[in-house]
Structure formats: C-alpha cells, structure tokens
C-alpha cells in the first residue's frame, strides 16, 4: 500500500528547482505531490510523481543525486478538525510522524496526505483500528 516517493538532493543556488521541474516536463511526467525541505548547504525536494520510474530514471540520467523512499497516502475528512483528529490519534500512539506534506489531489470530500512514519505496521493497524485506510498508487493514478 506504500507509494514512490522520489527525494532530490539539491544544491541551494538559484534556478536548480526549475530545473527539476523543467526536466520532468519535458519527459511528460506529471507531479501529484511536492515537497522541499532545507538546510544552510543542500535542499531536498520530495516529490509523488504519476509515473515514479519513469521520473527516477529521468533524475539519474540528468545527474541527480535521489533516493527512493515508500510513504503513505492517507485520505482524511476534507473538514476543520480533520487532519487533526489524526495527527492527534497518532499523539497517543507509538507511531512518530517523521515528515508529512499532501496531495494536490482533493475529491469525495477527502484531502490526501503523505506520511513517512517510524513505525509502518504500527501506523496500518492504528488506521484500520479507526477506519481509515492507505490509500493505493492505482487510486492515485499512480504508476
């Protein structure tokens, strides 16, 4: 039930970001999510692409420095409160969220967000436990 994620090792210096993108266009890969973290020396852009190998081959053929990483989809009630309910059933678990960011995708009156936690089982049995469920990449129209 893990989706692709493709982080980016990026150099801090004007335009590498553009770059990126621009490569993706031009091998017809579409991003569904999007994310970019950053220290004083490197940045790295995480990204859920519609076409995950099609992307990772274009990055390292074009030079980049990337890893590839499963996280999770999760869809949660698009309504105040929401996301909380979950960050919050989570608090009180012994699943830690290392990073989360969402989906551009937004539909049935549900937002999707991306979750990379310590804890994978833990995290599937805690959601099941209150209803929820990881959503699947062909859902996403995913490759």
């Given at each position: ?15 590498q ?5 621009g ?19 490197y ?37 105040p ?33 991306v979750?990379?936690?310590t ?25």
């Amino acid at each position: 039930m893990a989706v692709n994620q493709i982080s980016v090792f990026l150099e801090n210096r004007n335009g590498q970001l553009a770059e990126i993108t621009g490569l993706l266009a031009e091998n017809k890969i579409n991003l569904r999510a999007i994310s970019i973290a950053e220290t004083a020396d490197y940045g790295v852009l995480r990204i859920i692409a519609d076409d995950s190998e099609k992307a990772k081959n274009a990055l390292l053929q074009n030079g980049n420095i990337i890893k590839v990483n499963p996280v999770t989809v999760v869809a949660v009630p698009d309504k105040p409160a929401g996301l909380s309910e979950l960050l919050n059933m989570l608090a009180k678990s012994d699943v830690s969220i290392e990073y989360m960011y969402s989906l551009f995708t937004h539909q049935n009156d549900k937002a999707y967000m991306v979750f990379r936690v310590t804890d994978y089982d833990n995290f599937i049995k805690l959601l099941s436990k209150h209803g929820l469920t990881p959503i699947h990449s062909a859902e996403l129209g995913l490759k």
